[in-house]
């Protein structure tokens, strides 16, 4: 099963077995800002992933750094414990090769800070953190706040981000 799958059901998942407590526990209104705090979050969460996906993507395209996924660097690199491979030299020359690599990229210029921030303030990000914003003003003005209803829906999304963490690692 694909890592997007799974961590949807385990979202959905988290959201019944809240709603289904919050059906038993709290009124209408409490209900209500838990359904709206949990939608509001994961849409932040959603935003910022497509936000730092987009960002790499292009820092990838501008500056010719490859970004490789833990299979993509097996493929590539062969089997890490065949010890019968390379020669002792290359591995050597690689090393030296990556390293010097490492150095161009951590190294600290402004154009790493602009697309720092380019990434910091995508528009998914923007877009999530107004909705949340937008939402909450909405249910304080039309007297439906309740605390802990909202609190449950931040509560519920984030047991469900470390859910999905913990179930979709890889040993």
């Not at 994961?42 to 500056?63: A, F, N, P, Q």
């Not at 706040?145 to 470390?162: D, E, Q, R």
Request: negative net charge.
């Amino acid at each position: 099963m694909k890592h997007s799958s799974k961590i949807s059901i385990i979202f959905a998942s988290v959201f019944v077995l809240f709603f289904v407590f919050a059906l038993f526990v709290g009124s209408h209104i409490w209900l209500l800002n838990y359904v709206v705090s949990f939608i509001c979050t994961v849409t932040i969460m959603i935003g910022t992933y497509l936000g730092y996906k987009r960002g790499l993507s292009k820092e990838e395209d501008s500056s010719g750094v490859v970004y490789y996924s833990d299979d993509d660097r097996e493929s590539i690199e062969g089997d890490k414990y065949d010890l019968l491979g390379d020669d002792e030299d290359e591995k050597k020359v690689e090393e030296q090769d990556l390293k010097e690599l490492k150095k161009e990229v951590s190294r600290f210029s402004f154009s790493n800070m602009i697309l720092g921030s380019k990434i910091f303030f995508s528009f998914y990000r923007i877009f999530g953190y107004a909705l949340f914003i937008g939402a909450t003003i909405y249910l304080i003005d039309n007297e439906m706040w309740s605390v802990g209803g909202y609190v449950a829906g931040i509560f519920a999304t984030t047991i469900s981000l470390i859910l999905s963490i913990y179930f979709t690692r890889e040993d």
